[in-house]
């Protein structure tokens, strides 16, 4: 016990511990040593990177023309079909892609290949003084000047014109999104407003079969268009607004209010397919619910309660379509939507 009493003076073992830790640090490396390019000492290659730089830049300028062609040749070809459709999408995506991929690969290969790849380490400060100002108005000179971007007018130019040329199609797009103005009036009168008539019979889609009354069993759903739909002359932008399902109910299970009592027949009710959220088309119906949902964004709508909407971000209930039966007992319209179909933020220009 005698000889523990004994040691280190009060103190000396934390120190120890600390020179234990110092020894046990690696040591710092440093920066590795540099590796010259063949750009760096070859004017030749420099100037092969350089035509490489600005064909990326060309490529990217090539991909917006591409959008352009693909968005108002293709898009005014008159009536299209599904197949042109998917095409002129996949144009407008692959205009877009390579105007995108042409200015960040084209950037990245001109930082890796022709840019000053040496490393430096400098003590970070906060910039006060007009002297520091001064400092880094000179640093970012030095960045320009390093960058070659004032000797290499190749890649300048061709830089300018992507980086002019590449927002120009997100305008195009932006602006078949306005919803001020006339545009936003032409959007909701060409919503308002269908194939659907009076005496407009139901058909089965894509088939155009009729539908008679006989036909509908409860429980059961019916893809409808218009009579005559096929043979429109626009036949996606009219299928696009007149799309319906059609179902049957128990009469006693259905909430109808004022006004609406003859728009169904003997539980027979037809509704816009198109859903009041961004338009994507209705396809799942719940029997035992009597619930429709939306498979984009999960909006539900009651069957038996007019298709109000129950969860989900949809702004309000879907279009119903008056319906009754002709002579020879086929399902026709009475009349068109009483409402616009569709998104409900077109109608905001209403209130």
Known sequence: MGDHSHGSPEGSGTVAKADDVAQDRFPDPGLPPHRPRIADSDPRAAKRHERQVALLFTISIIGTLFFFVSYFVLGHLGDMTFAELRVQNAALGLGTAFAMLGIGVGI???????????????????????????????????????????????????????????????IFMFRDLDRTGNTAHQMIESLSHTMWDKGVRLTRDPSGTPIKASDVQIGSVFHVIPEGLNEAENVLNEKAKAVVLLMRMDPAEMNISEGRETWNVDGIVAYSKICTHVGCPIALYEQHTHHLLCPCHQSTFDLANECKVVFGPAGHALPQLPITVDAEGYLVAQSDFHEPVGPAYWERGKH
């Open 108 to 170: 990245v290969h001109w930082a890796k290949t022709l840019m000053p790849d040496h490393e430096l380490v400098e003590s970070r400060h906060e910039i006060r003084t007009e002297e520091d100002r001064q400092d880094a108005v000179e640093i970012i000179d030095t960045i320009i000047d390093e960058s070659g971007i004032k000797r290499r007018p190749l890649i300048r130019n061709t830089l300018i014109g992507a980086i002019a040329l590449a927002p120009i199609p997100a």
